[in-house]
């Protein structure tokens, strides 16, 4: 069974850099695209962006000057990090495997990140 | 980037009523538009793929149709369970967008 683990810290001051980790179980971390999506409250999901074992890397152009998407495969662990935080950026930040199809399934279970000082 | 309007926003329902989300995008999709429901407390998972192709596990009271820039998830015979907020996503164009979900809740 497939299970996805977001992890990092649960508050970050704003100006800095988010951080967060997706560890991977029951799915080979080389080959699937692994998507970062995010859900401020009360607002619409938002794709943050997707990353693949051969280094193609696709992120949303809204975002795409402070994200930055790396994995690691020796620790099945695909990472986030959001630059120049703002309280904008405070929202549930999921990972989930991108199918070939391109929807997503399935999603971690998220983590809540605040940003504020 | 794509815009993806769902309509209604929120919607109360009772058991057993036919429910009808609509989701129209504003450039043509094809057929590349995917449906996912979110109960409280949990992640999203996906219930239509490809405007309407059924996924494994789903019940099959869920339903889709449609194409182009007009997509329809229809719940026959809603269940307590399904109070739940619904999205649609189009993998169409990057960057990959949402519509802004609806929300049934039990009367």
């Not at chain 2, 219930?47 to 719940?75: E, H, K, M, N, W």
Request: glycine share 8%.
């Amino acid at each position: 069974q497939v299970h996805l683990q977001e992890s990092g810290p649960g508050l970050v001051t704003p100006s800095e850099t988010l951080s967060l980790n997706c560890t991977v179980s029951g799915a080979s971390i080389s080959a699937n695209y692994w998507s970062w999506i995010r859900q401020p409250a009360g607002k619409r999901l938002e794709w943050i962006g997707r990353i693949f074992s051969d280094g193609t890397l696709n992120y949303n152009p809204s975002l795409q000057s402070r994200v930055t998407m790396s994995m690691d495969t020796s620790r099945s662990q695909v990472s986030l990090k959001l630059s120049s935080v703002t309280a904008a950026d405070t929202a549930i930040y999921y990972c989930a495997i991108t199918t070939w199809g391109n929807w997503f399934d399935p999603w971690g279970q998220g983590v809540l990140v605040t940003v504020s000082s | 980037e794509i815009v993806l309007t769902q309509s209604p926003d929120f919607q109360s329902v009772t058991p057993k009523e036919k429910v009808t989300i609509t989701c129209r995008a504003s450039q043509t999709l094809g057929t590349s538009l995917h449906w996912y429901q979110q109960r409280p407390g949990q992640s999203p998972r996906i219930i239509i793929r490809y405007a309407s192709q059924s996924i494994s596990g789903v019940p099959s009271r869920f339903s889709g149709s449609g194409s182009g820039t007009d997509f329809t998830l229809t719940i026959n015979s809603l269940e307590p369970e399904d109070a739940a907020a619904y999205y649609c996503h189009q993998s169409a164009i990057f960057p990959y967008t949402f519509g802004q979900g609806t929300k049934l809740e039990l009367k």
